[in-house]
């Protein structure tokens, strides 16, 4: 499968960000075709998820008339001998609840289905910021939920049916929390539409909208961004400058000397002033970047596909060392001890000075590891080391399309 991109889903980032971002919505008709709409999500998915047991209820919920169902109409309680109880989803009952109206969704969609964690990877490293997803089928002609605004940014995917939207501007002043809105309240919608398989549309922060289904069941996916403020920011920088040993102490606030608390204050104030002062401007805002993409249950790994690619190693194929910390110990015998991941290995001398070598870059030829050795040799040496993270290939394997 293809990876996803920002730029697929808004069209062109520079007028996204300077035209849309946070002001006002992107309407993108036809973002992607039908079947890559379906890649994300389809009905026919969900059929498969709402059978499977380890999806737990905690990732399913479901509203009719804009409220929400408690999950003791769709779930039972199992126990499987040797294990404790669990609850599961009962599929039949969320038929039948959707089946009389019901609007059904399944939260962190991410945590469980890999088009959507792809799709998530895109938006973290787009946003630098918490992102989640939210699949929302919709019986045909039903209302989902009242109007109301989300806290975030919103990102609308339509995979399968119709879905017809209204819009309302934003009311003045950005709110922290969910609000439902009466009809009185919001008057005429500013935007009115309905999005088809394919169509994008974003919603920027605190957005008032409601959405129907059309004539068919309807399904689509939101993204929705958790920005962060620089109120929220500026307490992380400072979190981490007073994480220092320098502001380890314990004032007593209580006693009969505030003077010298005050004092006291007036000392670490300056010292915070200090270090406020002496960081680098560029060096944080990377680093603020780098812990808004890794929050938890984002990001993933291939280390399966990594491996599985190693047993492709040709004589010439080019590796360098790896991030991976080794330690390579004094030589004994002919072999040197390296200690990598835990793990504690000998290898020839000769690849440890290969290895010392290239701790300054540089390639190596899989089958030139080993000097004065079997090609084949030299090889196998040099596939362990890359099963072990030890070496990586300097280039893209030739055989590295499959995902
Ligand atoms: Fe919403």
Redesign the pocket.
């Known amino acids: 499968m293809k990876d996803w991109t920002l730029e697929e889903l808004v069209g062109d980032t520079t007028s996204f960000f300077s035209q849309h971002f946070g002001e006002r919505p992107l309407l993108r008709r036809g973002a992607l075709d039908a079947s890559r709409a379906r890649e994300l999500l389809s009905v026919r998915r969900l059929d498969d998820l709402v059978a499977m047991e380890a999806v737990r209820p905690a990732y399913l919920r479901v509203a009719r008339n804009g409220q929400g169902v408690s999950s003791k109409a769709y779930t039972r309680v199992v126990s499987e001998p040797g294990t404790a109880l669990t609850e599961t989803v009962v599929p039949e009952q969320v038929y039948e609840l959707f089946r009389s109206g019901g609007t059904v969704t399944w939260n962190y969609l991410h945590h469980f289905l890999p088009s959507a964690r792809h799709l998530v990877e895109a938006f973290t490293r787009a946003f630098a910021a918490p992102v989640d997803t939210v699949a929302f089928l919709t019986p045909a002609g039903r209302d989902g939920?009242a109007a109301?605004h989300?806290p975030v940014d919103?990102f609308v995917v339509q995979t399968e049916g119709t879905k017809d939207w209204r819009i309302w501007q934003p009311p003045a002043g950005r709110r922290s929390d969910s609000i439902t809105y009466s009809a009185e309240q919001l008057g005429e919608p500013t935007l009115q539409t309905t999005l088809h398989p394919g169509d994008v549309l974003y919603l920027p922060y605190g957005t008032p909208?409601a959405a129907a289904a059309g004539e068919q069941v309807s399904l689509h996916v939101?993204v929705t961004v958790a920005l962060r403020g620089w109120r929220d920011l500026l307490r992380e920088t400072v979190d981490t400058l007073v994480a220092d040993e320098a502001f380890d102490g314990f004032p007593h606030l209580g006693g009969d000397n505030p003077e010298q608390a005050a004092a006291a204050l007036t000392e670490m104030i300056a010292l915070l002033r200090d270090r406020l002062a002496a960081l680098a401007p560029a060096a944080e805002t990377v680093r603020l970047a780098d812990a808004g993409r890794n929050h938890g249950g984002a990001g993933r790994t291939r280390e399966f596909q990594r491996l599985a690619e190693l047993a492709q190693l040709t004589p010439e194929a080019p590796l360098r060392r790896s991030s991976v910390p080794v330690e390579i110990g004094p030589s004994d015998g002919g072999r040197t001890r390296l200690s990598v991941n835990g793990h504690t290995l000998a290898v020839p001398d000769g690849i440890a000075r290969t290895l010392r070598r290239l701790e300054t870059g540089g390639s190596v030829a899989a089958g030139e590891l080993l000097k004065d050795a079997a090609v084949t040799r030299s090889v196998r040496a040099a596939e362990s080391l890359t099963r072990l993270g030890v070496l990586e290939p300097a280039a893209a394997p030739a055989k590295s399309t499959a995902r």
């Open positions: 939920y109301h989300d919103v909208h939101s």
